[in-house]
């Protein structure tokens, strides 16, 4: 309300603008639906924020599969992909900006706690805003290699004190390149970075020898991720909405990976060397709509650690003849998923002490 009567109703903001709130009003049902509660209780929005400071990629789906009611929100801004940026209006979440649509997901601050608008939309503007160097007092014999003013604020921070840099959010880093300075953040243990149209990785990625959590997720373009195929100690890799990634056999270098997101992805096939990780837990296949399970199911069958599977929403039209069931397998999701009649009923005959959710 304090936006709207000082700065402005409406106007320039995250993805290019922000509503008028009849604009965001429209977006709804019905205009009284944005007084109305949220169609999730307080509790499972508060373990949606919860398990998002874990997983990135959280998001909480409808318990019966089927798209949400939006309602007790006001939509501030189109996120893409049929996602809105709302703020949520009644309740203990109340003021909290969330992606919602078809699934929700808490937008995080820097504090990894739940953000409100106002956190929100400075977050951005930071992002957004031209930094005007200082004159220098005077000049050093070896000048420092110099940080672009178009960088993201986050990573010109983390630049200026490199030793201290444990944690580096990208978000909405809409450039065609990713600057190639990851040699000098030598103690960074997660890196996110989403809606850049880069194909490929700088090869200073390399250099991120201590990295544990990697997010690439919705970048369209990215294909070629040779520079983070052998970091020794990722644990965690989430390529969600990265459309065109392909998982190659150099996959075999992440000897620590225990979970990978592949989620609304065009990936097609998975390659034998997925089958050499050792540590691998979870793998998220839902919503690939191109996925050839005659070819990718004999890989996951052999996944050693594999217990949780999600092909949630996907296209899973090829199956084997024969479901080998991986040695580890305690969950498989369905839930959604387009499947010829009658496979349901075999996978669940095949897979007997698997937890099925269909």
Same mark, same amino acid.
């Given at each position: 309300?304090?936006?709207?009567?000082?700065?402005?109703?409406?106007?320039?903001?995250?993805?290019?603008?922000?509503?008028?709130?009849?604009?965001?009003?429209?977006?709804?049902?019905?205009a009284?639906?944005?007084?109305?509660?949220?169609?999730f209780?307080s509790?499972?929005?508060?373990?949606?924020?919860?398990?998002?400071?874990?997983?990135?990629?959280?998001?909480?789906?409808?318990?019966?599969?089927?798209?949400?009611?939006?309602?007790?929100?006001?939509?501030?801004?189109?996120?893409?992909?049929?996602?809105?940026?709302?703020?949520?209006?009644?309740?203990?979440?109340?003021?909290?900006?969330?992606?919602?649509?078809?699934?929700?997901s808490?937008?995080?601050?820097?504090?990894?706690g739940?953000?409100?608008f106002?956190?929100?939309?400075?977050?951005?503007?930071?992002d957004?805003?031209?930094?005007?160097?200082?004159?220098?007092?005077?000049?050093?014999?070896?000048?420092?290699?110099?940080?672009?003013?178009?960088?993201?604020?986050?990573?010109?921070?983390?630049?200026?004190?490199?030793?201290?840099?444990?944690?580096?959010?990208?978000?909405?880093?809409?450039?065609?390149?990713?600057?190639?300075?990851?040699?000098? @953040?030598?103690? #960074? %243990?997660? +890196?996110?970075? /989403?809606?850049?149209t880069?194909? !490929? *990785? &700088?090869?200073?990625?390399?250099? $991120?020898?201590?990295?544990?959590?990697?997010?690439?997720?919705?970048?369209?373009?990215?294909?070629?991720?040779?520079?983070?195929?052998?970091?020794?100690?990722?644990?965690?890799?989430?390529?969600?909405?990265?459309?065109?990634?392909?998982i190659?056999?150099?996959?075999?270098? @992440?000897?620590? #990976? %225990?979970? +990978?997101?592949? /989620?609304?992805?065009?990936?097609? !096939? *998975? &390659?034998?060397?997925?089958?050499? $990780?050792?540590?691998?837990?979870?793998?998220?296949?839902?919503?690939?709509?191109?996925?050839?399970?005659?070819?990718?199911?004999?890989?996951i069958?052999?996944?050693?650690?594999?217990?949780?599977?999600?092909?949630?929403?996907?296209?899973?039209?090829?199956?084997p003849?024969? @479901?080998?069931?991986?040695?580890? +397998?305690?969950?498989?999701?369905?839930?959604?998923?387009?499947? &010829?009649?009658?496979?349901?009923?075999?996978?669940?005959?095949?897979?007997p002490?698997?937890?099925?959710?269909?």
């Amino acid at each position: 309300r304090g936006f709207v009567l000082a700065v402005g109703n409406g106007g320039l903001g995250p993805h290019g603008r922000l509503f008028a709130i009849d604009e965001g009003i429209a977006e709804l049902d019905a205009a009284k639906d944005a007084a109305a509660g949220p169609p999730f209780s307080s509790t499972a929005l508060a373990r949606a924020i919860a398990e998002k400071r874990l997983d990135r990629s959280h998001v909480l789906y409808d318990p019966d599969g089927k798209p949400p009611p939006l309602r007790g929100v006001l939509p501030v801004a189109d996120a893409g992909d049929g996602l809105l940026y709302a703020v949520v209006m009644r309740g203990k979440h109340a003021g909290q900006v969330w992606l919602v649509g078809e699934a929700w997901s808490p937008v995080l601050g820097a504090d990894d706690g739940p953000a409100d608008f106002v956190a929100w939309y400075l977050a951005w503007l930071d992002d957004a805003a031209p930094v005007i160097a200082a004159k220098p007092r005077s000049v050093r014999a070896t000048a420092p290699r110099a940080l672009d003013p178009s960088w993201p604020k986050a990573l010109r921070a983390a630049l200026e004190a490199p030793a201290k840099a444990r944690k580096l959010g990208l978000s909405d880093f809409f450039a065609p390149t990713i600057p190639d300075v990851f040699d000098r @953040l030598p103690g #960074l %243990e997660e +890196l996110s970075i /989403s809606h850049s149209t880069a194909s !490929a *990785l &700088p090869g200073s990625m390399r250099s $991120l020898v201590k990295l544990r959590k990697l997010w690439l997720t919705s970048m369209d373009q990215l294909a070629d991720l040779e520079a983070i195929t052998a970091l020794p100690r990722l644990q965690f890799l989430n390529l969600a909405r990265s459309s065109e990634v392909r998982i190659t056999e150099s996959i075999a270098g @992440l000897v620590s #990976l %225990e979970v +990978l997101i592949l /989620s609304f992805t065009n990936v097609q !096939a *998975l &390659p034998a060397a997925l089958a050499k $990780l050792p540590r691998l837990h979870r793998l998220d296949l839902d919503l690939c709509f191109d996925l050839d399970l005659r070819q990718a199911w004999p890989v996951i069958a052999r996944l050693p650690a594999l217990r949780t599977l999600t092909l949630a929403g996907s296209r899973l039209l090829r199956w084997p003849t024969a @479901l080998e069931r991986p040695p580890s +397998l305690a969950q498989l999701d369905l839930s959604g998923a387009e499947m &010829p009649e009658g496979q349901l009923e075999r996978v669940r005959a095949a897979l007997p002490g698997v937890t099925l959710v269909a």
